[in-house]
């Protein structure tokens, strides 16, 4: 198991680092949060093993990523993260907040921009359809 997670890309590890928190960070860990963060793994072809080791025993720097694609990623997965379980509390909201003024978006755009990946996740958009839109 050890050796299969450094072959993991440093962002990525950093990136569920990220996701982890979130489902954290309103101290109620529910179990769809950590349901949904396990298929976020499987989407990126990451074992719940391997998530688990990297938030058991974090070696990642934060990394930020550098694309609009990437940033959009990144947003879409912690907003999937935080409505997992149906309720989105402040807490999750101002962490993504702060992710996306740590990407370079304005601080005065930061909460229509949370907003609008609330709406698009709880409508079922995918990460190619937001993409489509701000293009």
């Not at 080791?53 to 999937?80: D, F």
């Not at 309720?87 to 601080?107: A, D, H, S, T, W």
Request: glycine share 4%.
């Amino acid at each position: 198991m050890e050796q299969s997670i450094k072959y993991i890309d440093e962002s990525l590890k950093a990136h569920f680092l990220s996701l982890y928190c979130l489902t954290v960070s309103d101290s109620d860990v529910d179990p769809k949060e950590l349901e949904t963060l396990y298929q976020i793994g499987l989407e990126y072809g990451i074992s719940k093993e391997e998530i688990q080791t990297i938030v058991l025993s974090p070696s990642s720097k934060p990394l930020l990523p550098n694309t609009i694609e990437e940033k959009v990623a990144y947003l879409y997965n912690l907003t999937r993260i935080a409505c997992a379980d149906g309720k989105v509390m402040q807490e999750e909201k101002e962490l993504i907040c702060k992710y996306v003024v740590k990407f370079g978006f304005p601080q005065e755009n930061a909460t229509a921009i949370v907003e609008y990946f609330l709406k698009s996740v709880t409508e079922g958009k995918i990460v190619n359809d937001i993409l489509e839109e701000l293009k």
